[in-house]
């Protein structure tokens, strides 16, 4: 079989060769040098370098152009799912397109099927919608949150005191990035509660593994400066009908699956659903409570490594882990300094640390890497209170303040 994978997520994570058999098949790699660079320099593939400056489809295409026919597109990242669905129907190979994927994109058709199926949501309208309403019209008065249909890591998400003030915001301009359409967003009523996120595979509607989490913070809060963290919780049987309600809602079926909720008096309210591996290090966590690794077994899953009914799944002996990350995006440096972080770093609880020194550097574009952000690790294992205590605790205390040119550190290095 001849396979095209648009490759963004490093190897380490997605582990590649442990999912698809590269002596059988003819694997093709479409990506940027960084991320071709991630892969073993012996694995037997083709390796196509796309600039990361325009369209992805379009990149990928032009990489491609002239090669033999593909019989399967692959495209894990969230960031690639449209782009992957637009190279299969250009290229004609078979899988999800446009409108498959929909569901898992687009947050009002998303929660539109989910209310459907019963389930609460919040209520929501799309901004082109709300922009139109009359006095009256919009069904919430409170808390509103304005967002991106496709959006991911909370990025362009704004919550504003009530529906008028962030209609407002978007009537003078102040909040949607140049040149973005209104009808890329929605507003939501802004429910507050605990999130929690169930991450996990289905194989043919049926969950083969899975584990869910509640976040220590918010991705919002993320975005906006703050660290975030997710502890393993008790997947309870409430938990688990939630979850298998709001993944048919949804259609999906054979998939990985990243879903969060908020937890509120009367019950879980469905936030949103991705058909993907959870971010930051939940993919490392995941393994380590259940000893399954989400990407390379559903790639061996799905490039008929194995049968669904052959596939091995390991017995958890309930041990519990969580992840942590710090933000490097809102500080405006290229370095940092650390201070208070001993403490912590010593703990027994702690399962990898990743911290970097004032010479090193941290990105400042958003992201939940280890090697991009200041601090960023996995704890465990332990109990959900003890994890989650662990971190609250980091939080409160640790400080990550900008390194400036004119900071000592910055000096040293330069002199």
């Known amino acids: 079989m001849r396979i095209l994978i648009l ?65 399967m597109v ?31 994109r687009d947050k009002v058709i998303m929660k539109s099927m989910v209310a459907a199926a019963g389930l609460r949501v919040p209520r929501f309208l799309s901004l082109s919608e709300a922009l139109a309403a009359g006095p009256g019209e919009i069904p919430w008065t409170g808390g509103t949150v304005l967002k991106p249909l496709d959006g991911a890591a909370s990025l362009d998400v704004h919550v504003y005191p009530t529906p008028d003030e962030a209609l407002a915001a978007v009537r003078e301009g102040a909040v949607a990035p140049e040149g973005t359409q209104w009808d890329g967003f929605e507003v939501e009523e802004f429910v507050t509660g605990p999130i929690v996120h169930v991450d996990g595979m289905l194989i043919d509607g049926k969950p083969m593994a899975i584990q869910a989490s509640r976040y220590v913070g918010t991705c919002l809060g993320f975005a906006e400066g703050t660290p975030l963290g997710s502890v393993q919780i008790e997947m309870t049987p409430e938990l688990s009908r939630w979850t298998a309600d709001c993944l048919a809602a949804v259609s999906l079926t054979t998939s990985l699956f990243h879903l969060e ?3 509120t008096p009367d019950g879980l309210v469905f936030l949103e659903v991705g058909a993907r591996f959870g971010g930051a290090d939940v993919v490392d966590t995941f393994e380590l409570a259940t000893g ?36 490097s995006h809102t500080l405006g440096a290229e370095r940092c300094r650390i201070e208070g972080a001993d403490e912590f770093r010593e703990s027994p609880l702690v399962y990898r640390w990743s911290q970097r020194t004032e010479d090193e550097s941290i990105k400042t574009v958003l992201s939940y890497a280890d090697t991009d952000v200041p601090i960023a690790g996995v704890v465990g294992p332990g109990t959900s209170a003890e994890l989650t205590r662990f971190l609250s605790d980091a939080f409160a205390t640790i400080r990550v303040t900008p390194l400036t040119p004119t900071a000592p550190a910055a000096t040293e290095t330069t002199g």
């Open 292 to 327: 399954v690794h989400m990407p390379s077994r559903y790639l061996q899953m799905v490039t008929g490594g194995v049968s669904a009914e052959d596939l091995t799944w390991p017995e958890s002996d309930g041990s519990r882990y969580g992840w942590f990350c710090w933000p």
């Open 261 to 263: 909720g908020i937890e």
């Open 7 to 71: 490759h963004r997520v490093t190897d380490k994570m997605i582990r590649h060769a442990d999912g698809i058999d590269h002596a059988a098949h003819d694997v093709t790699y479409v990506g940027p040098a960084d991320r071709l660079a991630t892969l073993p320099s012996d694995l037997r593939c083709t390796r196509i370098e796309r600039p990361d400056t325009g369209d992805l489809t379009e990149e990928v295409l032009a990489a491609v152009e002239g090669l033999p026919a593909f019989d």
């Open 74 to 104: 692959l495209a894990l990242s969230e960031f690639d799912l449209i782009a992957g669905a637009r190279v299969r129907a250009a290229l004609g190979v078979p899988g999800d397109r446009e409108e498959d994927i929909a569901p898992w």
